[in-house]
């Protein structure tokens, strides 16, 4: 259901009672979802013991697997593809919901450890699109995995608790900032500026560096990790704060990256509260969206179509079949009207947040360009089954058309020959240390993908 203007109206106006009840009970397991998933690893590790809960499998190469059979890939630690078996012959297509799960941060440098004035600092080098001087002054943690030539890998996180110490960039104090303030936003602060403040007392015995030989000591005690072991490491800073709920109202979520975690998580909840499907429902989590989707982990990698292709093979199934009667839905966020900054916006095709999960019909930048677009007749098919489960949507382009743009992971399902279209929850603040959602939006998607799952 959708309204056709800028007057939208608020998905809190027309759901039901019984999502009304639903809605916000759903947004606290997406909490827990996003505050122990604050790496794409994190989040796959997360959402298997999930499906393991739910019976879900491994997948085995060349079985043959039946109808209400769950299984799931994971793709070097970092993506992930999980299915059930669907009652129908499987070339009568897959349906596919499709999510990123990696989110802008600071990686750290293989070499990143420094000594400057009596400080100890790590160097990073930042991984998507962020605006550098937000990522100053708020408390970070460190988190990821450091690989050992051994073959021992070392769990790395510190600032989630309480009691552990956080990790932070600094900036000018603005009683010195005249020149800084004079400069452009991208020109203030550059990536090599992004260092991580780590330490700032020295070990008395040490000949020099004495602030960083201290640091590694400790890091060495608590970790068994040496300087070197960095060069092996998986290691970034995000974010140390949990998710909170914003406003007297508590209607929304103020968190770390639901861009794309706040389709993820819909999509796989849809997926574990299905018992059967008729077709072949696949919800996949992929990585390296945030940098165009290259890498053996991105969506670009063969390792998603492999996967359905598999299943074809070993079931004696015309796979090209299979994917041209497939349909996948491109979970990705989309940017929420700012009232603050009207002047990149077009209201009447741009998401209002809480007024419904957002379509869109393509995305990409100047003139459509660097995107797939959805056929007007896939989008009705889809639409005429939302309604019918009440699910609340509007359409939405990314902003004015030449404020910007952005792309997803669509084009990439759209080159193996399946029909696919955009949709997610709106956000504020996108790419932000913390972004804002709306619960209702969040819930709607669930329905939308719980419908699109027969
Ligand atoms: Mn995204
Ligand atoms: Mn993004």
């Known amino acids: 259901m959708t309204d056709l203007f800028y007057e939208r109206k608020k998905v809190s106006e027309k759901m ?64 992930a593809v999980f299915a059930i078996i669907g009652t129908n012959p499987l070339d009568e297509g897959f349906d596919i919901v499709a999510a990123h799960v990696d989110n802008p941060r600071l990686d750290i440098k293989g070499m990143p450890l420094y000594e400057d004035t009596g400080f100890a600092y790590m160097r990073t080098h930042y991984y998507g699109g962020i605006k550098k001087y937000q990522w100053t002054t708020i408390p970070l943690m460190l988190t990821g995995v450091v690989y050992k030539k051994d073959g021992t890998q070392i769990e790395i996180s510190i600032g989630n608790e309480k009691e552990d110490p956080v990790f ?35 070990d008395p015995d040490a000949e020099k560096d004495k602030i960083k030989t201290n640091i590694l000591k400790l890091i ?96 004696h199934v015309n796979v090209r079949k299979a994917f041209a009667n497939s349909k996948a839905l491109s979970a990705d966020v989309s940017a929420a009207v700012d009232p603050s900054f009207p002047e990149v916006f077009e209201k009447q095709n741009n998401a209002l947040l809480g007024c419904g999960i957002a379509f869109n019909k393509f995305t990409g930048r100047g003139g459509k360009a660097g995107a797939s677009e959805a056929g007007g007749k896939f989008i009705a098919s889809i639409l005429n089954e939302l309604d019918k489960n009440s699910v609340i949507y509007q359409f939405a382009e990314m902003g004015r058309i030449d404020a910007g743009g952005g792309g997803t992971v669509s084009q990439f399902l759209a080159d193996r020959n399946i029909e696919v279209i955009d949709v997610g929850v709106p956000v ?8 804002v959602i709306s619960k209702n939006d969040l819930y709607m998607l669930y329905k939308c993908c719980e419908t699109f799952y027969k």
């Open 16 to 79: 039901t009672k019984h999502d009304r009840d639903n809605a916000y009970s759903f947004a606290e397991g997406y909490k827990e979802f996003i505050d122990k998933g604050k790496l794409e690893r994190l989040c796959v590790k997360y959402a298997v013991s999930e499906a393991e809960k739910k019976g879900f499998r491994p997948f085995e190469y060349g079985k043959e697997y039946k109808p209400g059979d769950k299984i799931y890939l994971v793709q070097k630690e970092k993506a």
């Open 168 to 202: 932070c960039v600094t900036d000018l104090l603005v009683h010195l900032s005249y020149e800084q303030a004079k400069k452009p936003l991208g020109e203030a602060f550059n990536g090599e500026m992004l260092n991580i403040l780590i330490g700032s007392e020295p």
């Open 220 to 315: 060495k005690d608590k970790y068994g990790i040496s300087e070197e072991d960095f060069l092996s490491a998986d290691l970034s800073a995000v974010p140390a704060e949990k998710s909170r709920d914003l406003g007297f109202d508590k209607s929304m979520i103020l968190g770390f990256g639901h861009d794309d975690r706040s389709c993820a998580y819909p999509a796989f909840k849809a997926l574990m509260d299905k018992q059967s499907v008729r077709r072949t429902a696949v919800c996949v989590f992929a990585d390296r969206e945030e940098v165009g989707s290259m890498g053996i982990t991105g969506l670009r990698s063969n390792y998603m179509t492999d996967f359905l292709i598999e299943l074809c093979e070993n079931s």
């Open 428 to 435: 504020i603040s996108m790419h932000a240390p913390y972004e």
